[in-house]
C-alpha cells in the first residue's frame, strides 16, 4: 500500500512526511531533498570551505538555499547559471509537465 502523505528523499532515502519537504512557490511540485538533506548541503559545503576557498555558492531562487554552484545548470546560452538549484528545476520541470499534459486542449 503507497502512503502518499510520504515522500521519499532522493539524498537520504527515508521516506519523510511531506512537512519536511520544501514546497516550491507558485507550483504544486515538492524539492526532492527533505529539509535536514538541503541544510547538510550547505553546512557540509561550510565545512569545506577552508581547504577549498575557491569554491563558490549560490542562492536558489526558489527553496532560497545557498548551494555549490556544482548543484546549479549552467546556462551556456545566457554564460550564467540557472537561478533555480538542480532539485529544484527538476521539481519544477515535472510540475510544469505535469500541467501540460493534464491541461493541453482544455480553456
Ligand atoms: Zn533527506
Ligand atoms: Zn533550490
Redesign the pocket.
Given at each position: 500500500m503507497k502512503d502518499s502523505s510520504k515522500k521519499k528523499c532522493r539524498c537520504c532515502l527515508k521516506a519523510k512526511p511531506l512537512e519536511q519537504f520544501h514546497r516550491l512557490a507558485g507550483t504544486a511540485a515538492i524539492?526532492p531533498f527533505c529539509r535536514p538533506c538541503l541544510g547538510a548541503t550547505v553546512r557540509r559545503r561550510t565545512a569545506l570551505r577552508g581547504s577549498q576557498r575557491t569554491l563558490n555558492t549560490r542562492g536558489?531562487a526558489?527553496?532560497g538555499?545557498d548551494?555549490p554552484l556544482q548543484m546549479f545548470h549552467w546556462l551556456r546560452a545566457s554564460g550564467s547559471f540557472h537561478s533555480?538549484?538542480r532539485?529544484?528545476h527538476a521539481a519544477y520541470m515535472a510540475d510544469r509537465y505535469r500541467r501540460l499534459q493534464g491541461g493541453r486542449k482544455r480553456g
Open positions: 524539492h536558489c526558489q527553496c538555499q548551494l533555480y538549484c532539485p529544484c
